[in-house]
């Protein structure tokens, strides 16, 4: 029989398992939670082939599951089921009112249990200690994207705890985000990880929106600036890297970006323009007040990138 070489791969694995090569078993998962974001995580855990079963307090949600993985009437079944519980509530405090019993402590008892809602660093330290006490596994995880984009190769989940734990389960973690990203064994590290990356998202979000009414209000080609936005993007990331050099040389002096005495002086002209619109112009002045604190700083002839220190300045 003849075999192509980009066959071969796949026809060595098929002889080894013939062969009787022993295959590494896939975890049994559950995710309790089916909201938005709980379903989009269940069904891509469901498409990267792995067995997991489902709960929800809803019946409506877990009955829409039916045919496509195992469904639990109860989220003791599921946890019992289970060697890796994943928990998709609103809150860590309504998690609480699901799992301090006795028999769902009995079943998480040794296994893996990964909250991934919406928390508080205080709320992530709290919920591991709870789960140290009842002899639960404990990762934290903070999903830094909306739930269209779950599964998605450049998607980036957080998690925080036990390096082992999380070694063990990587596999089928990668099946909800590309980018499956482990900040250390400091229980509150994926909260804090959130927070980060929700200064980079929401002052994308807000700026481009800001810059969308903006063309409105003056007439602009709305459909145009959506073309051209991809533009800028870009070139934030590029001068991301610019920054990064900076920030761990702590050098602020570039020949490249512009100095922030000069984005002071663009923020102020921005404001009068904004205004002259008709917008209202809480955006701009609030850039106006971060480049003038830290212009009074001393950092006028420095880079944007100085801000860092602006930033964590007392």
Same mark, same amino acid.
């Given at each position: 029989?003849?075999?192509?070489?980009?066959?071969?791969?796949?026809?060595?694995?098929?002889?080894?398992?013939?062969?009787?090569?022993?295959?590494?078993?896939?975890?049994?998962?559950?995710?309790? $939670?089916?909201?938005?974001?709980?379903?989009?995580?269940?069904?891509?855990?469901?498409?990267?082939?792995?067995?997991?079963?489902?709960?929800?307090?809803?019946?409506?949600?877990?009955?829409?599951?039916?045919?496509?993985?195992?469904?639990?009437?109860?989220?003791?079944?599921?946890?019992?089921?289970?060697?890796?519980?994943?928990?998709?509530?609103?809150?860590?405090?309504?998690?609480?009112?699901?799992?301090?019993?006795?028999?769902?402590?009995?079943?998480?008892?040794?296994?893996?249990?990964?909250?991934?809602?919406?928390?508080?660093?205080?709320?992530?330290?709290?919920?591991?200690?709870?789960?140290?006490?009842?002899?639960?596994?404990?990762?934290?995880?903070?999903?830094?994207?909306?739930?269209?984009?779950? $599964?998605?190769?450049?998607?980036?989940?957080?998690?925080?705890?036990?390096?082992?734990?999380?070694?063990?389960?990587?596999?089928?973690?990668?099946?909800?985000? $590309?980018?499956?990203?482990?900040?250390?064994?400091?229980?509150?590290?994926?909260?804090?990880?959130?927070?980060?990356?929700?200064?980079?998202?929401?002052?994308?979000?807000?700026?481009?929106?800001?810059?969308?009414?903006?063309?409105?209000?003056?007439?602009?080609?709305?459909?145009?600036?959506?073309?051209?936005?991809?533009?800028?993007?870009?070139?934030?990331?590029?001068?991301?890297?610019?920054?990064?050099?900076?920030?761990?040389?702590?050098?602020?002096?570039?020949?490249?970006?512009?100095?922030?005495?000069?984005?002071?002086?663009?923020?102020?002209?921005?404001?009068?323009?904004?205004?002259?619109?008709?917008?209202?112009?809480?955006?701009?002045?609030?850039?106006?007040?971060?480049?003038?604190?830290?212009?009074?700083?001393?950092?006028?002839?420095?880079?944007?990138?100085?801000?860092?220190?602006?930033?964590?300045?007392?």
């Amino acid at each position: 029989m003849a075999i192509s070489v980009n066959n071969l791969d796949h026809y060595l694995k098929d002889r080894y398992q013939m062969a009787g090569e022993p295959q590494a078993a896939k975890p049994k998962i559950a995710m309790l $939670g089916l909201g938005a974001m709980g379903s989009a995580l269940a069904n891509s855990i469901i498409n990267g082939g792995n067995d997991l079963i489902v709960w929800n307090r809803g019946v409506d949600r877990r009955e829409s599951f039916r045919g496509k993985c195992a469904v639990a009437e109860t989220a003791v079944a599921a946890c019992e089921a289970a060697e890796l519980v994943l928990c998709c509530f609103p809150s860590y405090d309504g998690a609480l009112t699901v799992f301090d019993n006795n028999d769902i402590k009995s079943a998480l008892k040794g296994k893996t249990l990964i909250m991934m809602g919406t928390a508080v660093p205080e709320e992530a330290v709290k919920f591991g200690a709870w789960a140290s006490e009842n002899g639960i596994n404990y990762l934290d995880a903070k999903i830094a994207t909306t739930p269209v984009e779950i $599964g998605a190769e450049t998607t980036v989940i957080f998690y925080a705890g036990r390096r082992e734990q999380f070694d063990r389960y990587e596999g089928p973690l990668k099946s909800m985000a $590309g980018r499956t990203t482990y900040v250390g064994e400091k229980i509150d590290n994926a909260c804090l990880g959130d927070f980060a990356f929700l200064s980079v998202y929401w002052a994308g979000v807000v700026g481009s929106l800001y810059g969308a009414a903006f063309c409105s209000a003056t007439g602009l080609d709305l459909d145009q600036y959506f073309d051209l936005t991809q533009s800028f993007m870009h070139q934030v990331e590029s001068q991301n890297r610019s920054y990064r050099t900076m920030i761990l040389n702590r050098d602020y002096t570039s020949t490249v970006n512009v100095a922030l005495n000069t984005d002071l002086g663009a923020a102020k002209l921005m404001v009068n323009a904004t205004k002259a619109a008709g917008l209202q112009s809480l955006f701009p002045d609030t850039l106006v007040s971060i480049f003038q604190d830290a212009v009074d700083r001393g950092y006028g002839l420095k880079d944007d990138a100085s801000l860092f220190e602006v930033f964590q300045a007392k």
